[in-house]
């Protein structure tokens, strides 16, 4: 296990963003556990340690951030997760939201198309105790070999829905995907009612880096 400190000064600050996290419409108590017991500071440099805190993305190298606590919260609460739900995430990026993801109790299966990124955070999760299935590569194509999946969730931002992704949903599954142009994305969540009925949700505009490959941007 990797020794990392985690203050009382921290715990505070991990207080004050969950109590921000609620005051912004975050309502799921197991989502805002997660973000309470997750070190935040543990996946930034000492550098910036003082910043793990606050409501807003950070670059972590590799033209990739960790998202915004915010972000992730509403992704995560739209995905309804329950435990033992078997989740695809499509961006493993720092990692700290397949972490949530974990806590929620799923069995996360996470792709990454950066090898450098992937290599780190693969071994970065290892040292923390965190047991996801790592996998390099096309996201954008969901990982057919492990589907059907209870839950996919997109951490970055699409041109289109993926018809991959779609297929490899359960009946009765969920995709939550940010949608849009490379600058601003309309959050979705697609429930998969039948083999061929799809009920979509629209939420509220985010931006995230651009979802890379032969079903994202090229």
């Known amino acids: 296990m990797l020794k990392l400190e985690d203050s009382y000064r921290h715990k505070g600050q991990r207080r004050e963003l969950v109590k921000l996290l609620r005051s912004k419409g ?23 340690d003082s910043h793990a805190y606050e409501d807003k993305a950070f670059p972590i190298g590799e033209g990739q951030t960790i998202s915004q606590p915010y972000t992730v919260a509403f992704q995560t609460e739209l995905l309804e997760i329950k435990p033992g739900d078997k989740v695809l995430e499509i961006g493993t990026g720092s990692g700290y939201q397949g972490a949530i993801l974990h806590l929620l109790g799923a069995e996360v299966h996470t792709i990454e198309y950066q090898k450098k990124l992937f290599d780190k955070t693969k071994k970065f999760l290892g040292k923390l105790g965190i047991p996801l299935h790592f996998y390099f590569g096309d996201g954008s194509q969901g990982l057919p070999e492990k589907a059907p999946y209870d839950k996919i969730l997109v951490t970055a931002g699409a041109p289109i829905v993926p018809k991959s992704l779609l297929k ?8 939550v995907i940010p949608v849009g142009d490379r600058n601003t994305q309309k959050m979705l969540r697609l429930t998969k009612k039948t083999a061929t009925k799809i009920e979509q949700e629209a939420f509220d505009n985010f931006a995230f880096v651009p979802l890379l490959g032969a079903e994202g941007w090229r």
């Open 26 to 48: 975050i309502k799921s108590e197991t989502v805002l556990e997660a973000i309470n017991t997750l070190p935040r500071h543990f996946f930034f440099d000492t550098a910036l």
């Open 168 to 175: 490899q949903l359960k009946i009765g599954g969920i995709l």
